[in-house]
């Protein structure tokens, strides 16, 4: 079966996670993507975090697997020849330099669409343009200045960020959804375009709700909140549901770090949840019978159901309250996820072999097409492919061995 992008050709020239988030899921989808290092050194997170010495880090593989990796140098001449050639022959490029600093090595937007007037150009920064366009900016910036960090924690606690890298991954989808557009239109066009992604406009999209909030303060308070009381800017909720029904997160048994549930009561939630806590009297009870009613006493209806909880394990909750149609989640653990033997069967996570590190278990993707399934491989080594590639360019053996002699690749 055909990959849903076979044929494009990416050149890849990420690093870090923002990046390479996006390259590796188009690689997924079947793109053939080229990742161009630093020779000697490789992307800076292959010896990121190590755990195991000499050997590329779980940070390295886990987001860039299906990739080819070559490497070149491009501030020398020789380097810079390769990667015209390169952009003249691949279908995409996508960066997440810094700001400035493919421009600095003199492949800016106007030389690229010279060099090829059908490349999609895709560049990733912390910051759209304005008054942060020149700053560069990790997951943690990203989170702090798109909302994300002052909307998350307790009203009493400091800002927080969240364990989901919205800014980095998060980024990186958002730029596939570009490329895959700007790949769709150049059907039609005949051109390529530029695709910029900012870090920052990346998390506000994700933190919408929080903005809608902001607006709503007008109208007073907001009961769905947990906050005594409100300042002019959307508070930190704790784990206050965002939406329209009201959550939170109960104690289970025994009462480990993640025995917890997370339980949103809709309307028509709140009688079968009354039946399974033995308290049929409040269904019908003035003070909780509505939604409206409800809202004003949140803590109470919570610590009602909490009561019946912790006396199960989340997965026993789990099973009762879906019974009765009741929304709930339990608090699943990374080793609860990485021990779910379902997440294999389906081949979400996968066991792959690697020669340095030998087993890890990679992600799978988590997007499923149906004529098009997603055979998940290993990360590259640095530079496993750079003679192929090269020979692919044109450049005989001896070229090759000149360019390494020159430090180019
Ligand atoms: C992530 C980030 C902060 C890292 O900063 P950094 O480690 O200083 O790396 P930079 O991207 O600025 O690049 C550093 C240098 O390496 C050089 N370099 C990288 N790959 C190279 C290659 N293959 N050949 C030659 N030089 C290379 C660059 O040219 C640059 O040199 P210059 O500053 O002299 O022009 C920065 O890249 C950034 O802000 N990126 C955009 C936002 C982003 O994606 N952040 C999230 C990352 S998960």
Redesign the pocket.
Known sequence: MDKALDGVRILD?T?????PSATQLMAWLGADVIK???PGRGD?TRSQLRDVPNADSLYFTMLNSNKRSLT????TPE?KALLEDLVQRCDVLVE??????LD??GFDWERLQTLNPRLIYAS???FGPGPYAD?????NVAQCMGGAASTTGTAEGAPTVTGAQI??SG?GVHCVVGILAALLHREHSGRGQRVEVA?QDSVLNLCRVKLRDQQRLAAGPMREYPNKAFGDFVPRAGNASGGGQPGAALRCAPGGANDYVYVIVQPQGWEPLMRLCGREDLITHAQFATPEARLKCLDECFSIIEKWTRTRTKFEVMDALNEVDVPCGPILSMKDLIEDKSLYERGYLVELDHPERGQYVQLGCPITLSASPVEVERSPLLGEHTEEILDWLGRTPAQIEALRAAGAV
């Open positions: 020239m690093h870090v996670q923002a990046g161009v290092e630093l800076i070149l140098n491009m501030k380097g997440n330099f810094g700001p400035g600093v600095r090595a990733i920064k912390g700053c560069k900016a990790y997951e800014g980095d980024t870090m």
